[in-house]
T-cell receptor, first 115, second 114 residues
Framework: DAGITQSPRHKVTETGTPVTLRCHQT?????MYWYRQDPGHGLRLIHY???????DKGEVSDGYSVSRSKTEDFLLTLESATSSQTSVYFC??????????????FGQGTRLTVV | DAKTTQPPSMDCAEGRAANLPCNHS???????VYWYRQIHSQGPQYIIH???NNETNEMASLIITEDRKSSTLILPHATLRDTAVYYC???????????????FGKGTMLLVSP
């Protein structure tokens, strides 16, 4: 399995508090992604990064920010958590093997509950 | 990216081949077909991908029709551990920064029974 670790694995937080989720990789892959998964919606992309300090928004980026100060770490921050952000969050990494070819490995997920 | 259509659920007997269909009638010439699966409570797992030729690896085979409007993922000898949600994803070539993102639909829930 690819070296990708998410922390924490579980978290309960109160509405209005800031929350930061961490994704750490040991594969030196260029691309990193944050997804959320909710019943009936499948996986939806929040933000992604294509290099250190290079990030862009995904499908459901409102209320989230990200940072990538080094290759191995990609942080997802909820500035002021809301109940609608209760979800399972997955980090993924990928590398461009050749033009148009990428593969993605996923972490085990972080279950976040906002009460 | 082009959208895909998959049946919401399928059943398969253990030891038999599981054939999971996917329609992607609006696929573009430079878009690849990817398959992932997600076993309950785990992160998604890459299975296989292809452009227009059939592909096979240690996990599965991917059959893409000649017009590329549909494909089938084949698990040759399904086991109970293959019970999962299977996602068919059509993915464009990278953009100006060389990346391309995955867009997941709702997938097919495959239940393998003894």
């Amino acid at each position: 399995d690819a070296g990708i670790t998410q922390s924490p694995r579980h978290k309960v937080t109160e509405t209005g508090t800031p929350v930061t989720l961490r994704c750490h990789q040991t594969e030196n892959h260029r691309y990193m992604y944050w997804y959320r998964q909710d019943p009936g919606h499948g996986l939806r992309l929040i933000h992604y990064s294509y290099g250190v300090k290079d990030t862009d928004k995904g499908e459901v980026s409102d209320g989230y920010s990200v940072s990538r100060s080094k290759t191995e770490d990609f942080l997802l921050t909820l500035e002021s958590a809301t109940s609608s952000q209760t979800s399972v969050y997955f980090c993924a990494i990928s590398e461009q093997l050749q033009k148009g070819y990428t593969e993605a490995f996923f972490g085990q997920g972080t279950r976040l509950t906002v009460v | 990216d082009a959208k895909t259509t998959q049946p919401p659920s399928m059943d398969c007997a253990e030891g038999r081949a599981a054939n999971l269909p996917c329609n992607h009638s609006t696929i573009s010439g430079n878009e690849y077909v990817y398959w992932y699966r997600q076993i309950h409570s785990q992160g998604p797992q890459y299975i296989i991908h292809g452009l227009k030729n059939n592909e096979t690896n240690e996990m599965a085979s991917l059959i893409i029709t000649e017009d590329r409007k549909s494909s089938t993922l084949i698990l040759p000898h399904a086991t109970l551990r293959d019970t999962a949600v299977y996602y068919c994803i059509v993915r464009a070539l990278g953009g100006p920064s060389g990346y391309s993102t995955l867009t997941f639909g709702k997938g097919t829930m495959l239940l393998v029974s003894p």
